[in-house]
Nanobody, 116 residues
Framework: QVQLVESGGGLAHPGGSLRLSCTAS????????MSWFRQAPGKQRELVAT???????NYADSVTGRFTISRDNAEKTVYLQMSSLKPEDTAVYFC??????????WGQGTQVTVSS
């Protein structure tokens, strides 16, 4: 079955950096787009960044220029490099893919806290 396992969250100071990783299994990783979402307390889950199977990337306006999504198909891993972090980036970050026929698949989430 599809499994997505995130790691790399933690505490960062404003202006700092963190790198999240999501290792996938149970499907042909290289064929599918991968995304990062986040959910802050009391808010809806929102799309942060997507990378297609061909490497095309898209970002939410709020993170453009600060976050970079990338993938390593050999390692079946997608990354989210976060820089110039702001307190409003504090959220649980989730890895996501949509794989036929199971549909939406989510990781367990990793907490990112940005605070001085």
């Amino acid at each position: 079955q599809v499994q997505l396992v995130e790691s790399g969250g933690g505490l960062a100071h404003p202006g700092g950096s963190l790198r999240l990783s999501c290792t996938a299994s149970g499907f042909t990783f290289s064929r599918f787009a991968m995304s990062w979402f986040r959910q802050a307390p009391g808010k809806q889950r929102e799309l942060v960044a997507t990378i297609t199977n061909q490497g095309t990337t898209n970002y939410a306006d709020s993170v453009t220029g600060r976050f970079t999504i990338s993938r390593d198909n050999a390692e079946k891993t997608v990354y989210l490099q976060m820089s110039s972090l702001k307190p409003e980036d504090t959220a649980v970050y989730f890895c996501h893919t949509n794989v036929y026929p199971t549909g939406d698949n989510w990781g367990q989430g990793t907490q990112v806290t940005v605070s001085s």
